[in-house]
């Protein structure tokens, strides 16, 4: 059986002047893969994370 993965990209609010996205890559299990970017503001991704608090971390300095 071929595994089918769905992405979904949430648009999150702004923090610091970014673009915040959550990347969820859904393999139709409870093993989901779950991405944060920082895009600016054209929407190029600039950094991912694997947490919010890492990616805000990074926008603070």
């Known amino acids: 059986m071929k595994e ?3 992405t979904i990209e949430i648009r999150l ?3 610091k002047g ?4 959550k990347i969820i890559d859904d ?3 409870r093993q989901e893969k779950i991405t944060y ?4 503001q ?8 694997s947490s919010l608090a890492e990616l805000k ?3 603070d300095n």
């Open 42 to 49: 054209e929407g190029n991704i600039i950094n991912c994370f």
């Open 13 to 15: 609010k702004d923090y």
């Open 4 to 6: 089918v993965i769905e």
């Open 27 to 29: 393999k139709g299990t």
């Open 57 to 59: 971390k990074w926008a």
């Open 37 to 40: 970017a920082v895009c600016d």
């Open 18 to 21: 970014y673009q915040v996205y």
